[in-house]
């Protein structure tokens, strides 16, 4: 069993800063493909970034060049580093774990991005 646990929401003016922590126990992220989504209220999931267990990186459009996902298996943390965020990037961000045996969530964080 893999436990996440995301940390480092909250609310930031546009054009701000975010780090968010996906930190995971029970068992090793290593062995897994990390994911961020988010999700705001009456809207499906979305997809954001992806860092695969080789640490291949591939983003949505909107988010290119604005955030960064990044893992660190020694530290079995996953991150999502969001620069000049914008009011669309308010959501609720959640890590999720997927390898071809299992598939795991976390609980998600709130970011608000809000002048």
């Known amino acids: 069993q893999l436990q996440l646990v995301e940390s480092g929401g909250g609310l930031v003016q546009p054009g701000g800063s975010l780090s968010l922590s996906c930190a995971a126990s029970?068992?090793?992220?290593?062995?897994?493909?990390i994911r961020w989504y988010r999700q705001t209220p009456g809207e499906q999931r979305e997809y954001v970034a992806i860092i695969t267990k080789a640490s291949r990186t591939y983003y949505i459009d909107s988010v290119k060049g604005r955030f960064t996902i990044s893992r660190d298996n020694a530290k079995n943390t996953a991150y999502l580093q969001m620069n000049d965020l914008k009011p669309e990037d308010t959501a609720v961000y959640s890590c999720?774990?997927?390898?071809?045996?299992?598939?795991?969530w976390g609980q998600g964080t709130q970011v608000t991005v809000s002048s």
């Open positions: 029970g068992s090793s992220i290593s062995e897994y493909n």
């Open positions: 999720n774990a997927l390898n071809s045996y299992n598939e795991y």
